[in-house]
């Protein structure tokens, strides 16, 4: 089974940045899509972005796009989501999350989910 990790969520005010990191048990997250998605309060989870296990190929959620960037390490071990230029919707528990489907953005196309790191942008 597949560890996740997240971290790197706090209170930022809008317009900051922060850097979200998801750490894996597996060695090496190749064969697996890796994305991250976010639950809003009161609000389904939903996805954010993703990345192939190649990591030659990123995909986002349209909210998100210029904003938020999604990288893996060279060991491919660690999911990293760069998120600038926050706004109060961004407000989320943010979880990464590992899929065998490439360009998968459903929730129930991923297998193994960390548990969560908070996101909070105030206005």
């Known amino acids: 089974q597949v560890q996740l990790v997240e971290s790197g969520g706090g209170l930022v005010q809008a317009g900051d940045s922060l850097r979200l990191a998801c750490a894996a048990s597996r060695r090496t997250l190749s064969g697996y899509t890796t994305a991250w998605f976010r639950q809003p309060p ?16 990123r995909y986002y959620a349209e909210p998100v796009k210029g904003r938020f960037t999604i990288s893996m ?4 071990t660690t999911l990293y989501l760069q998120m600038d230029s926050l706004k109060p919707d961004d407000t989320a ?5 590992t899929g065998p489907r490439a360009y998968g953005r459903r929730p129930t196309e991923y297998d ?8 909070t942008v105030s206005s």
């Open 42 to 57: 009161g609000k389904e989870r939903e996805f954010v972005g993703g990345i192939t296990g190649s990591g030659r190929t």
């Open 73 to 76: 390490n060279n060991a491919k």
């Open 93 to 97: 528990v943010y979880y990464c999350a």
């Open 112 to 119: 193994y989910w960390g548990q969560g790191t908070q996101v």
